[in-house]
């Protein structure tokens, strides 16, 4: 009977601990990586969930107040406690509305009895106030606060545009009947449509008169008149048609005609607003639809196009356009508020705000509070909306922003000017990330396994100590330093060499397999004082050679192919040539990820057991023979282990990508085009984005889409090499 090699000792007792010890410390270790992942996974969530929010609309104060005239107008300041409303005597009042009282702070007379009350953009607060001798009083109200004891103080003004305070906008034998305004870099614009038919425009600085201008043409009645901020277009409405006149010097030119009903038949425009930034009109009919139109550029020439309509109905009252954002709030008959959003589409229904249609409405300037006055009442509401700009459909479809020719995927941060907003689309990122990686695989993918089974298989033992660690070495080097010498050194030679390159790309594996054939016709005597495994000894003075005779040549090819240069070849062509291009990319990012393949892989075909190999020889299988049905089999998990380890680092890398590239985030598999990455995007933009906003935001969203893409990708490689060794283990 066997003795059993296992005691009580004391020794035995130590060992056993260690084990334990060991085990204990091992199993924690993954545990503790594990935990690491979900943690990163569970915060980049967290980090993303805002995004996806809904805007909100919660009451806080409401008040009644003492009033003889129901107001022309309201407004409110950025703190959502003072409110300023404008009588029809000419009166403005600044109230405090603070738990369920509204004091008179202070009272202006701006004006004499208002005829006619037209509000500017809610960006510049302005209000021009027509009264009945057709004087006209610009004036913008300021909520001012002092500090007394260290406690702010409304101190209210109001402040006139010109310095007699009114100017005088009336034509003899005919009144003023219609009038929008605009104030632009100190100059004011005022249009007027008269009962004769006529429409006038008038500039004006602070002092006197500077210019004006009369239409042409008359017209018999005018629905609207509305006009830019910055006074360069004129939109005069007549029922459903709309007249759009642009201005060239101190004169304005008729553009186009539109019907606003675009031909359907008993549809009647109600009114058109001009949304933040006055690129946009928000057109509403007698039926409660709301559609939205801007210019479109088409055969060099722009016209007002319809863009897109939204769900409405028949109980729509009014809409308000934000100040700065490009939505707007619709009020409805039974108290129903609806906030939209352009871009995105979105609609949000809220009830319980108001019980009825408010007499008037106004949003504070930083778009955080909402006012609003029916029955001699305010009502006050808190108002947030993280990011509305942001949805499944603005991240992944197609999307008509302003003054593009149609949809488009659009990643572009920071706007030129206010009036514009940022577009987050992910899918130009994604695009670069996969076109990238694509490339990036393309080239090395065949050189690193290749060379992998080429080492492993059919290289001398002496020659592949030398290579293989040479190799590994490689992946040593940092990326920076690779993408250094890509976008600074190698990115010119592609750009001056370029058809010697794509020459020799083309050229260099047939050249390969002819230097194989030469080898094997030359004779014995030759052959024979090189033993087998040192052939690449051989080999890679040739492809030096060949490849410095092209790039040499380069001139002359490219004359001969292209009769001159070949970038003035390719733009008649319609394709565009960047420096720093993909091509560069696939060169750089290959070469880093060259290593990581090849170590993999040739690990894996040379652990492929000995006994299979002389096995399958000694049945009469020539090395090719046994190379592919036996060694590469076996070792197949390995090398898709190797090529999922290169595409998740290809899929990651990020300073080849910042380096190589010229960032534009675009989307065309032009290989002489560059590209942006999501990796590229985070390590560019995190450092300049403001901590907590959408765009902060979307760049943690942009790195939980690389955390899942590596998850799918080491997933789907952990199974498919389940699975072939399964179906290989027998051998």
């Given at each position: 009977m066997a003795r059993s090699g296992i005691s009580l000792r004391e020794k035995d007792r130590k060992r056993l601990l260690k084990d334990q010890v060991a085990k204990a410390m091992v199993t924690c270790g993954g545990l503790a990586v594990l935990a690491a992942l979900i943690l990163i996974f569970v915060y980049l969530v967290k980090m993303v969930i805002p995004l996806f929010s809904s805007t909100t609309i919660t009451p806080t104060v409401s008040s009644q107040i003492s009033s003889q005239h129901p107001p022309l107008a309201i407004g409110i300041n950025n703190s959502g406690q003072d409110v300023y409303l404008l009588s029809p005597t000419g009166s403005l009042s600044f109230f405090n509305v603070d738990e369920h009282q509204a004091g008179v702070v202070s009272s202006f007379n701006v004006s004499k009895p208002i005829r006619d009350l037209v509000k500017g953009t809610p960006r510049s607060g302005w209000l021009a106030l027509v009264d009945e001798d057709d004087q006209v009083t610009l004036i913008k109200p300021s909520f001012t606060h002092v500090y007394k004891q260290k406690l702010p103080e409304l101190q209210p003004e109001v402040n006139y545009f010109y310095a007699s305070k009114k100017v005088n906008f009336s034509k003899p034998n005919t009144r003023l009947e219609k009038l929008a305004f605009s104030v632009d870099k100190g100059i004011l614009t005022l249009v007027g449509y008269y009962l004769d038919g006529s429409i006038e425009v008038r500039w004006y600085t602070s002092d006197q008169e500077v210019g004006h201008f009369n239409f042409a043409s008359h017209y018999d009645h005018v629905s609207q008149i509305l006009v830019t901020p910055d006074s360069q277009t004129v939109y005069i409405r007549q029922g459903s048609m709309l007249t759009v006149a642009k201005r060239k010097g101190d004169q304005f030119v008729i553009r186009e005609n539109v019907d606003l009903s675009q031909g359907v038949q008993g549809v009647s425009v109600r009114n058109v607003q001009l949304l933040a930034g006055a690129y946009s009109l928000i057109v509403t009919d007698q039926n409660g639809q709301i559609s939205q139109w801007f210019d479109v550029l088409k055969n060099k020439q722009r016209s007002l196009t319809f863009i897109r309509s939204f769900k409405s109905s028949d109980k729509l009252s009014f809409i308000l356009p934000d100040a700065y954002r490009k939505g707007f709030y619709g009020f409805y008959q039974g108290g129903e508020i609806k906030s939209y959003y352009t871009t995105t589409k979105k609609v949000l229904p809220f009830k319980g705000i108001v019980s009825e249609p408010p007499e008037l409405a106004a949003m504070s300037k930083n778009e955080e509070y909402l006012v609003t006055f029916n029955h001699h009442r305010i009502?006050?509401?808190?108002?947030?909306?993280y990011a509305p700009e942001i949805s499944f459909s603005s991240l992944w479809d197609k999307v008509w922003y302003e003054s593009y020719p149609k949809p488009e995927y659009v990643w572009q941060t920071t706007s030129a000017s206010h009036d514009y907003e940022a577009k987050f689309s992910l899918m130009p990122l994604t695009f670069g990330t996969l076109k990238a990686a694509l490339f990036a695989m393309l080239f090395s993918l065949p050189i690193a396994v290749c060379g992998a089974?080429?080492?492993?298989?059919?290289m001398s033992a002496p020659m592949r100590r030398i290579v293989k660690p040479s190799i590994e070495l490689m992946e040593a080097l940092p990326t920076v330093i690779i993408g250094f010498l890509a976008g600074l050194w190698f990115a010119p030679i592609v750009?001056?060499?370029?058809?010697?390159?794509?020459?020799?790309?083309?050229?260099?594996?047939?050249?390969?397999?002819?230097?194989?054939f030469g080898w094997r016709w030359l004779p014995n005597a030759i052959t024979h004082r090189f033993p087998n495994g040192w052939h690449p000894l051989i080999l890679m003075p040739l492809i030096a050679l060949f490849t410095y005779l092209l790039l040499d040549h380069s001139g002359m090819i490219e004359s001969w192919l292209f009769h001159g240069d070949i970038r003035v070849?390719?733009?008649?062509?319609?394709?565009?040539?960047d420096q720093r291009n993909a091509l560069v990319v696939g060169f750089a990012m290959g070469f880093a990820v060259i290593p990581t393949i090849f170590t993999i892989a040739?690990?894996?075909?040379?652990?492929?057991?000995?006994?299979l190999s002389d096995g399958s020889l000694a049945l009469g299988a020539t090395p090719w023979q046994t190379l592919v049905h036996v060694v590469l089999q076996t070792a197949s998990p390995g090398i898709f282990s190797a090529i999922m380890m290169g595409l998740g680092r290809?899929?990651?890398e990020t300073m080849i990508v910042i380096m190589a590239t010229g960032n534009t985030p675009i989307m065309d598999w032009n290989i002489l085009e560059g590209m942006r990455t999501l990796s590229a995007t985070i390590a560019i933009e995190m450092p300049e984005s403001e901590v907590g906003s959408p765009h902060y935001r979307l760049l943690f969203l942009a790195a939980l889409i690389l955390l899942m893409f590596t998850f799918a990708v080491n997933s789907l490689a952990e199974w498919v090499r389940q699975r072939l060794r399964e179906k290989y283990r027998a051998m």
């Open positions: 009502a006050i509401a808190k108002v947030d909306s089974i080429y080492t492993a298989y059919f750009e001056s060499h370029l058809v010697a390159i794509v020459v020799t790309m083309l050229l260099l594996p047939p050249f390969i397999v002819l230097v194989g070849y390719l733009a008649n062509h319609g394709i565009d040539f040739e690990d894996a075909v040379f652990s492929v057991p000995k006994h290809a899929v990651g």
